[in-house]
């Protein structure tokens, strides 16, 4: 049994974040000594470890909750747990995407020529004016 600073240390997740899947659901409510200390077991810390890894992949509190679900009966079919990841997938596709049409405009407001005044600043006019953009970032 570990206590709740044992299970953050042991998982590199911090204590509040802990608190907060359980009071998510995520996790399960841990037992409690006497003095009402939360106690984890081995397979709260491999949950906890499951759900910062999905955490590290970006993926949202609710696909998480639908991933736990899904742990909790093995026997059903995997199809589930690759919609939930297929559906990331495209999300994080199109986040991409989006991120490299920003990449493209900063570079070219970087590359702006200004006279040096922050009143005629290129960077600034164009942040203050959207349609001083050549893209639809």
Do not use: W
Request: net charge positive; glycine share 6%.
């Amino acid at each position: 049994m570990f206590s709740i600073g044992e299970l953050s240390r042991r998982s590199g997740v911090k204590i509040p974040t802990i608190r907060y899947y359980e009071q998510m659901r995520l996790l399960d409510a841990p037992e409690r000594t006497i003095g009402n200390q939360r106690r984890y077991t081995q397979r709260g810390l491999e949950r906890l470890s499951f759900i910062r890894h999905a955490r590290e992949l970006g993926l949202s509190i609710d696909d998480i909750s639908e991933l736990v679900s899904l742990c909790e009966d093995p026997k059903r079919s995997c199809a589930d747990a690759h919609g939930i990841a297929a559906r990331h997938l495209s999300n994080v596709r199109a986040r991409i995407a989006k991120l490299k049409k920003l990449e493209q405009e900063l570079i070219r407001i970087a590359g702006l020529s200004d006279t040096g005044r922050v009143g005629e600043c290129c960077v600034i006019q164009t942040l203050a004016d959207h349609t001083l953009c050549e893209t639809d970032h």
